[in-house]
């Protein structure tokens, strides 16, 4: 991993814990100090069927937004030796990343799946309709995420670039710079810059967007039509839709890692625990009994 090292430098920024928590549209997964994973929620095609997964050092839920007629995800694992594990939906051949290696950093769209490898490239796996997975000549990334239908890309500059659907100009991320962290939401990306403030673009009708007075802030996620924002005091900030009370983490304290689902937040307290809030339909919310989720980032 000698280019995501090097890079360390670049980027600046202190190793919070980025993805040991994840929400997708109906599911939450939490990844364990050793290394096993916990998750609860909607199982239709397997996306929680984790418990004999070892060895994992970050996870990620197949990202998509909320409609009747959808709800299908996945669940991806990232383990120590770089190689990447899935469950769940695959009708796009999103879950086929068995023979992916050297992989740091995956992320995980509606039917698509992106892996970060230690060179700096990217690879993808599944739907391509709108261009999602046109990665391969992506050089120097340090970051990826994945939204239902575009990919982000953070390179080790701080630049950002963007392939896939721009309808809402989504992918409208070419003049950004001083970026340490992206996140990808349904319609809307979000960036993070090295001064603590935020930046966002696509889709606003939530005001999913309105994130431009932020400040401090030190990790970001993005929902389906909502952002959430971590502050280096521990607190958190959310902007966008709250049909479902999502937003309401104004009261959390000593949060030290954050995930924006479809319709829910989680948070990750100092002590390992979860907090969470938003919708619970298909029990994405029931993480009451979780303990020992990992608090400090994997090196």
């Known amino acids: 991993m000698d280019f995501m090292a090097s890079n360390e430098a670049v980027l600046k920024v202190k190793r919070w814990p980025k993805d040991t928590i994840t929400a997708g549209c109906r599911h939450s997964v939490g990844l364990r100090e050793d290394g096993t994973v916990v998750a609860t929620g909607d199982n239709r095609y397997g996306q929680c069927q984790v418990s004999g997964w070892r060895d994992i050092v970050a996870v990620r839920a197949g990202n998509v937004h909320?409609?009747?007629?959808?709800?299908?995800?996945?669940?991806?694992?990232?383990?120590?030796?770089?190689?990447?594990?899935?469950?769940?939906?695959?009708?796009?051949?999103?879950?086929?990343?068995?023979?992916?290696?050297?992989?740091?950093?995956?992320?995980?769209?509606?039917?698509?799946?992106?892996?970060?490898?230690?060179?700096?490239?990217?690879?993808?796996?599944?739907?391509?309709?709108?261009?999602?997975?046109?990665?391969?000549?992506?050089?120097?990334?340090?970051?990826?995420?994945?939204?239902?239908?575009?990919?982000?890309?953070?390179?080790a500059n701080g630049t950002v670039v963007a392939v896939g659907n721009n309808r809402y100009r989504q992918c409208d991320v070419n003049d950004w710079s001083h970026i340490v962290e992206v996140s990808a939401g349904y319609l809307h990306t979000i960036g993070l810059q090295r001064d603590g403030r935020v930046i966002a673009v696509g889709s606003n009708k939530h005001e999913q967007c309105e994130v431009m007075d932020w400040q401090g802030i030190v990790a970001i996620a993005a929902g389906s039509y909502h952002t959430i924002g971590l502050k280096a005091d521990g607190t958190v900030m959310a902007a966008g839709s709250n049909k479902h009370g999502q937003c309401q983490v104004s009261g959390w304290r000593d949060i030290v890692a954050i995930a924006a689902g479809c319709a829910h937040t989680l948070g990750l307290q100092s002590d390992g625990t979860v907090v969470v809030v938003g919708e619970n339909e298909y029990g994405q919310c029931d993480v009451n009994g979780w303990q020992d989720i990992q608090v400090n980032e994997h090196v």
């Not at 469950?87 to 995980?108: E, L, M, Y």
């Not at 739907?127 to 997975?133: A, I, L």
């Open 66 to 155: 909320m409609a009747r007629n959808t709800g299908n995800t996945h669940t991806i694992g990232l383990r120590v030796n770089g190689t990447v594990v899935a469950v769940g939906w695959n009708k796009h051949d999103q879950c086929n990343v068995s023979d992916w290696r050297n992989i740091v950093a995956v992320a995980a769209g509606w039917c698509h799946t992106i892996g970060l490898t230690a060179d700096g490239t990217v690879v993808a796996v599944g739907k391509n309709k709108e261009g999602e997975c046109n990665i391969s000549g992506w050089r120097d990334m340090v970051a990826v995420a994945a939204g239902d239908w575009h990919t982000i890309g953070l390179r």
